[in-house]
């Protein structure tokens, strides 16, 4: 069982930035790749940007260019930089390790995300 603890959600006007982060076990970061994903209300949870062990990133088309996902894996921490926000980034965000390209099956409580117009 991966202990996985997000923060740095909050209130924020559309246009601001918030910066999410992500900790846990030490092992995993050096040898997963991390995740970060988004839950709104009645929707799937989708993934919005990952980032290997070597540091390669990928990104959802609706975040690409406003998200920045990097890690530290000598403080076991994934962030998620998130920049000019908009009302349709609400959503709770979690984060996860990847193992051959799907999130282990455990979630945290994740970190609520809320932007205003």
């Known amino acids: 069982q991966v202990q996985l603890v997000e923060s740095g959600g909050g209130l924020v006007q559309a246009g601001g930035s918030l910066r999410l982060s992500c900790a846990g076990p030490?092992?995993?970061?050096?040898?997963?790749?991390m995740g970060w994903y988004r839950q709104a209300p009645g929707k799937q949870r989708e993934r919005v940007a990952s980032?290997?062990?070597?540091?390669?990133?990928s990104y959802a088309d609706s975040v690409r260019g406003r998200f920045t996902i990097s890690r530290e894996n000598a403080k076991n921490t994934v962030y998620l930089q998130m920049n000019s926000l908009k009302p349709e980034d609400t959503a709770t965000y979690y984060c996860?390790?990847?193992?051959?390209?799907?999130?282990?099956?455990?979630w945290g409580q994740g970190t609520q995300v809320t932007v205003s117009s």
């Open positions: 996860n390790a990847i193992a051959n390209a799907h999130p282990w099956d455990s």
């Open positions: 980032i290997t062990t070597y540091g390669t990133t």
């Open positions: 030490g092992s995993i970061f050096s040898i997963n790749a």
